[in-house]
C-alpha cells in the first residue's frame, strides 16, 4: 500500500515537472519577436481563410512583455534543470530543445546586435534535440521490429 502511494506521488511529480517543462519552453518562444511575428501571420491566414480579415497583428501587445514572459520562461527553466539534477525524471532532450528555444529568443536590447548568433546557435540546439528526438524514435521502432 505504501509503495503505491509513493509510485502515485511520484507520478504526479513527474507530470507537474513535464507541465511545467511545456509552459517553459511555450513562454519562451513568446520572447522571440520573429516568432511571434510568425504565429500573429498564421493567425491571420487562418482568420482570412474562414473570411476574417485583419489590419493589424493581434498579438502585437505581447512584444510589450518579451522580457517578462523570456525572464519566466527562464526561471522555469533553471527550476525545471533543478528538478532534472535532483531526480531526473525529464528527458534531456526535452530540457536541450528548452535551451535552444531560450537562446534563440533572448530578447535583451544589449545583446541585439549578436541577436544573429544567438539565433544560429538557438537554432543549432533546436535542430539538434529534434535529430536525437528522430533517431531514438527510428531506433526504438526498429528494436520493436526486431523482437
Known sequence: MVATKTARGIAIKE????????????????????????ICLAIIALLAAIGITLTTLPL?????????????????????LLMY????????????F?????????PFQSVQKYAVYFRIIGALIILASIIIFIDKKIKNKNQKRKK
Open 60 to 80: 502585437a501587445f505581447l512584444i510589450n512583455y518579451s522580457t517578462p514572459l523570456w525572464l519566466i520562461a527562464a526561471a522555469l527553466s533553471t527550476i525545471t
Open 98 to 106: 528548452q535551451s535552444g528555444i531560450l537562446i534563440f529568443g533572448i
Open 85 to 96: 539534477l535532483k531526480r531526473p525524471c525529464i528527458s534531456p532532450n526535452t530540457l536541450l
Open 15 to 38: 507530470k507537474a515537472a513535464s507541465i511545467g517543462s511545456n509552459v517553459s519552453g511555450i513562454t519562451s518562444i513568446l520572447g522571440s519577436w520573429q516568432i511571434c511575428h510568425t
